[in-house]
């Protein structure tokens, strides 16, 4: 059997629920999980969540809000009802707003780090528990660089993304004797819509930024779930606590 081969069954049995699948890094990490054998629950508040099923075998459909407790409470449980288990989590549900610190309101503050932090923490400690009871598993978590360096107009964003890369240490530590193996990408731009809800300029914007990059362009989403997969991967069965920059080069500069 040949590296392709192994790599097209590598997720065979296994068991992956993924926040934010509905679109972007979410949907295209869903597609290489179901791909590789995974089953997959995939979390999204958009309605076209619903339709993740009809397109790749073994995937099941939450159409929930990750900040609120129960949504990752009943997805974890649907996940081990449907498969009997869960193995990987992905943590890939997030939200920016690009103010300055001066005109980033309360509301701005809490809502970004409603979907980035508290969301991530709710999936993470329901994951935590089903892999604990099963024996171990992989965490994995969608950062971004402006977690490790100050971006301008992202005070909620950064924090948001700095607390979720601290969180990630501390599942790998206590994690760790039980098997659980925690980690996170800190990924750089992505070529997605996920500025669109906050700059009507999105996409001039996106390419602004491709020469602020070593490699000169922003990223795809599947190059970031490729990384995203292959740390929920055996591959990586040596790795955790890590904060795996996947810029573009952007934080070598």
Known sequence: MGDGDRQDAEFA???????GGARGVGRETVALL???????????????????PKEFPGVLAVTGDVTREETAVGAV???VDA?????????????????????????????????????????????????????????????????????PE???????????????KV????GGPLGIRANLVA?????????????????????????????GRVAQPAEIAEVLCFLASPRS???TGAVVAADGGFTAL
Not at 13 to 19: F, I, Q
Not at 43 to 52: A, K, N
């Open 13 to 19: 049995g296994k068991v992956a629920l993924v926040t």
């Open 34 to 52: 179901s791909a590789r054998g995974a089953r997959v629950v995939a979390v999204d508040l958009r309605p076209e969540t619903e339709d993740l």
């Open 77 to 79: 449980r649907k996940a």
């Open 83 to 151: 498969f009997g288990r869960l193995d990987i989590l992905v943590n890939n549900a997030g939200r920016t707003v690009n103010k300055p610190v001066t005109d980033t309101t309360a509301e701005d503050w809490d809502a970004v780090m409603a979907v980035n932090a508290r969301g991530s923490f709710f999936f993470a400690r329901e994951a935590f528990g089903a892999m604990r009871a099963g024996g171990g598993g992989a965490i994995v978590s969608t950062g971004s660089y402006a977690g490790t360096v100050g971006l």
């Open 154 to 168: 992202g005070a909620a964003y950064s924090a948001s993304k700095g607390a979720l890369a601290q969180l990630t």
């Open 171 to 174: 599942l790998a530590v206590e």
């Open 187 to 215: 990924a750089g731009v992505i070529e997605s819509d996920f500025l669109d809800t906050f700059r009507s300029d999105s996409r001039a914007y996106l390419a602004s930024l491709a020469d602020a990059q070593p490699l």
């Open 237 to 239: 069965s040596f790795v």
